[in-house]
């Protein structure tokens, strides 16, 4: 049964830093790409970022240059990294994976930027 599983979010000033973990069981991880994405209230749901199984990684526009993505193979973990934080980046963030023709979503984890 795969699994999704965020963690890390909260409220933090502007300019400030946060990291999300999304852990998962259920799958061979290191074989599959994972992505983050981001729902801001009233809005669609963003594709933030993602990391390919090589490593490889794209990022929105919106969050380039400001936010990273590690993955952990060994934890079967991937990570978000947000640096400089704006009140823009305030939204629930899920990660997700396409596995054997299913896209599974964690339950997602909020992240408030405010003072």
């Known amino acids: 049964q795969v699994q999704l599983v965020e963690s890390g979010g909260g409220l933090v000033q502007p300019g400030g830093s946060l990291r999300l973990s999304c852990t998962a069981s259920?799958?061979?991880?290191?074989?599959?790409?994972i992505r983050w994405y981001r729902q801001a209230p009233g809005k669609e749901r963003e594709l933030v970022g993602s990391i390919s199984t090589a490593e490889s990684t794209g990022y929105a526009d919106s969050v380039k240059g400001r936010f990273t993505i590690p993955r952990d193979n060994a934890k079967y973990a991937v990570y978000l990294q947000m640096n400089s934080l704006k009140p823009e980046d305030t939204a629930v963030y899920y990660c997700s994976a396409f596995v054997q023709s299913t896209r599974y979503w964690g339950q997602g984890t909020q992240v408030t930027v405010s003072s």
């Open positions: 259920g799958f061979t991880f290191s074989a599959y790409s």
